[in-house]
């Protein structure tokens, strides 16, 4: 949690007669205490689903309701672990264009919005699910970026073969294969 200090500042200054005065400066006074919401019902950058989903742009379809984009992005972040991830348009688009299967994650409040806008075609060519999140910087943060992220390929499979431990591959294909199975029932059919 966030925690605030108390503040009070104070001058010190000479007056005429030489003596030294102090003076409080109570603009600066900060009370203490605990916001009304906790920092996990406001989502990780202080802004609730509603108010995130509202800064999308209208072609965002797919959109992830509020309990798919914590799925994506718990997904997003144990594959970022894994090093089963490919971040940014030019990664995606060349992952894609090598006929890589995978998830295709998109941020709808990208601006403009035509940076991405090729990408779900390029994704339906090669029968690649793609849903949209609302935020870049929560998708950022889940790739365990600091940087916010347009978009994001998580891999079904490590790139170069290495599984490491077999119980967390297990885990992580469960995982993988519930949010497939939902970002295909969530896509829109033409």
């Known amino acids: 949690g966030r925690s605030r200090y108390l503040c009070i500042g104070v001058f010190l200054f000479i007056t005429v007669s030489g003596f030294v005065s102090a003076a409080i400066d109570t603009d600066t006074f900060f009370t203490m205490g ?10 990780e950058q202080g802004i609730d689903y509603e108010t ?11 959109l992830a309701d509020e309990k798919l984009c914590k799925k994506v992005y718990k997904l997003a972040k144990k594959a970022s672990k894994r ?7 030019k990664e995606v688009v060349k992952a894609l ?12 409040d990208i601006s403009p919005i035509d940076v991405l806008t090729h990408i779900p075609i390029v994704c339906e060519d090669h029968k690649v699910q793609y849903i949209y999140v609302p935020s870049k ?17 998580i891999l079904p499979k490590p790139i170069k073969g290495g ?3 077999e119980a967390e ?5 469960e995982a993988y294969n519930e949010v497939e199975k939902k970002v295909k029932s969530a896509q829109v059919i033409f």
């Open 34 to 43: 605990k916001s009304d919401k906790t920092d996990t019902e406001k989502g």
């Open 52 to 62: 995130k989903k509202r800064f999308c742009s209208v072609i965002a379809k797919p």
């Open 83 to 89: 090093k089963q991830i490919r971040r940014g348009v």
């Open 97 to 108: 264009r090598k006929n890589t299967k995978g998830i295709c994650v998109l941020a709808g």
């Open 137 to 153: 910087e929560d998708l950022g943060a889940a790739a365990l970026s600091k940087r916010p992220t347009s978009c994001l390929l």
């Open 163 to 165: 599984d490491g431990d």
């Open 169 to 173: 591959a297990k885990e992580f294909a």
